[in-house]
């Protein structure tokens, strides 16, 4: 970890953070700034432009998105964290690297065959097509030399490589250093109504998620009415009994136990009881991040002081690499 220059990672603000999201990225990223002297998060607003969005609920999101890190525990004075939108030097990069960057290796982007390829062109958006590349200028942006990332972004990932590559060549120096990624083993939380399907905020029932902000009677609700199966025994088999094997996953993920070690622990004991216990685990991990919330919810003007000084701060840092840049392209005064 000690030759970690600086960390990147962004975040959608979605508005709903459930347990997914809080196991599969937000409490790596709280370790994260433990272990690195540069570490910067940011409230990736452009991106969610890809899809319709109404300004008012877009606005709050962003704030509660940044209220929920801050309680979660992502440390202003160790991270900065702020918004994209409001360090223009993103869209100024993406637009730069755009131009070197061939249609052949968007057309290959994974999620773009799976989400636009196969809609109606009339429809699709540009932004939805060449948002990889705003993703790799927001990393390039800092030099990052890693990024925190899970199996289905190592391809945007790879991509933002081969641009800082492409541009180093064209320009005979090494103006962006290639990222790498920080691999972790990542948490894959499913519905707790369709154990066969990734926790959502999307998902219409309220029931197939554990949102950060639930009470612990709502938390107890949710655990006691997920699927699981006719058996009454626990064991971890994500194909053969997704369902409990679900339960096991988040217990285990909260408590640093495997999941034999867990199963052990249960052994003998019905579903009911494992529930009940799960239940309280859970609480007892998010209850002090949804008191910190509403301590925080009462004090908007912290929320965005801590923004305006995130992007104040990255700010600097992007002035240096695009004066570089421009410097090589040949635009600069």
Not at 125 to 150: E, K, Q, T, W
Not at 169 to 188: A, D, H
Not at 269 to 295: A, G, M
Not at 308 to 330: I, P
Request: hydrophobic share 35%; aromatic share 6%.
């Amino acid at each position: 970890m000690a030759q970690i220059g600086r960390i990147f990672s962004g975040i959608q603000p979605s508005g709903t953070v459930h347990l997914g999201n809080y196991l599969g990225a937000i409490r790596h990223w709280v370790q994260l700034q433990e272990k690195c002297s540069s570490v910067l998060y940011s409230i990736v607003d452009l991106h969610s432009l890809t899809m319709p969005q109404a300004p008012m609920l877009l606005s709050a999101n962003i704030r509660s998105m940044t209220t929920c890190l801050l309680a979660c525990g992502v440390d202003p004075r160790k991270s900065i964290i702020f918004q994209q939108s409001q360090v223009p030097y993103h869209t100024e990069l993406a637009w730069l690297l755009g131009c070197i960057t061939p249609m052949g290796w968007l057309n290959r982007m994974t999620q773009w065959k799976a989400k636009g390829a196969t809609d109606n062109r009339d429809v699709v958006c540009l932004g939805l097509f060449a948002y990889p590349v705003l993703m790799a200028a927001d990393i390039l942006l800092y030099r990052s030399s890693h990024v925190p990332v899970g199996d289905d972004q190592l391809q945007h990932l790879e991509l933002a490589r081969d641009l800082a590559r492409s541009f180093n060549s064209s320009c005979g120096s090494t103006v962006f250093p290639e990222p790498k990624p920080l691999l972790s083993e990542v948490t894959r939380v499913m519905s707790l109504r369709n154990p066969l399907q990734k926790m959502s905020k999307s998902d219409n029932q309220e029931m197939s998620r554990i949102n950060l902000s639930d009470t612990p009677d709502e938390i107890r609700k949710k655990i006691r009415k997920a699927v699981t199966d006719s058996q009454s025994q626990i064991t971890y088999d994500p194909d053969g009994r997704p369902g409990v094997s679900n339960l096991v996953c988040i217990y285990a993920a909260l408590t640093s136990m495997t999941h034999d070690e867990v199963c052990a622990k249960f052994e003998g004991r019905e579903t009911v009881h494992f529930k009940e216990e799960l239940s309280e685990v859970i609480i007892d991990k998010l209850e002090p991040i949804r008191q910190q919330t509403l301590l925080l919810e009462g004090d908007p003007g912290y929320i965005d002081q801590v923004l305006k000084s995130g992007a104040q701060q990255t700010t600097q840092l992007a002035e240096s690499t695009m004066r570089e840049v421009k410097s090589k392209l040949g635009i600069a005064l």
